[in-house]
């Protein structure tokens, strides 16, 4: 993995926490998960003409795909309701890579050199040790189930992207076609069940969903590109850096809290992104 392709990937974890600190930020997580998936299409939209159409033999997988992240857009949004930034975002990204390495292998042929895989260990340690930090009840059980259940979400629609975009000959318009079929989902399902929520939304922070709704388009469209430069294994768990990034919004920006043990899963996510960077 070159240089320029390891510092995209960066810049998109970064984003990519971004984004979901502020939909758990918002009062209303279920209408901001909505309004900036639609917004995020809406901004594929004004952007597709600019950009080639995708191959005809990558149309399966973008249909696929959004279907998908139609699927991991409701269950994020009912995941934050009740769940803490700091511990659903660490186990739901954490345990993707892991679910994707042992796929690609299969699916893709792909193997990763001894360092890959000693960051892709330490990526997934880091997020063990997260959460064992929490308090151990119910609540926090219930919560690491859901976010196992969304890390296998991310790993199909990861695995479903990474073959597809290969064979869109446009990684741009094959990201902009699955944002904003996606979006057009997102936001009938909101206007048709709750249409005075998603206005209200709108009108209270109409600035939000732009941004939100800007960085998973960015993100994700930079990702997508990153896997036709470098093994979909690597990206995807050098993408979850955004890991590291999401423990500091938490802390800083949600005020929820730092221990030393989430200062020692910081550790091991930065050594897994070194290791990834190596291999």
Known sequence: ??????????????????????????????????????????????????????????????????????????????????????LAYPVMRGAAPLLVTGASTLLFGERLSSAGYLGVAGICGGVLLIAAGNPVGVPARRTALRALGIAAVIALYTLIDGAGVRRSASPAGYTLWIFFLTGLAMAAWRVVGFPHAELQSFRRAPVVPLIGGGCTLVSYGIALWAMTRAPVSAVAALRETSILFAILISVFWLKEGWTWRRGGAAFLLAAGAVAIRLS
């Open 1 to 86: 993995m070159s240089g320029d392709v390891a510092a995209a990937i960066l810049f998109a974890a970064f984003l990519h926490a971004g984004w979901n600190a502020l939909i758990k930020r918002d009062p209303d997580v279920a209408i901001a998960t909505a309004s900036m998936a639609a917004a995020a299409g809406f901004l594929a939209l004004c952007l597709l003409p600019f950009f080639p159409a995708p191959a005809p033999a990558s149309w399966p997988f973008i249909l696929g795909s959004s279907v998908v992240q139609v699927a991991y857009y409701l269950l994020i949004a009912k995941l934050y309701r009740d769940a803490d930034l700091g």
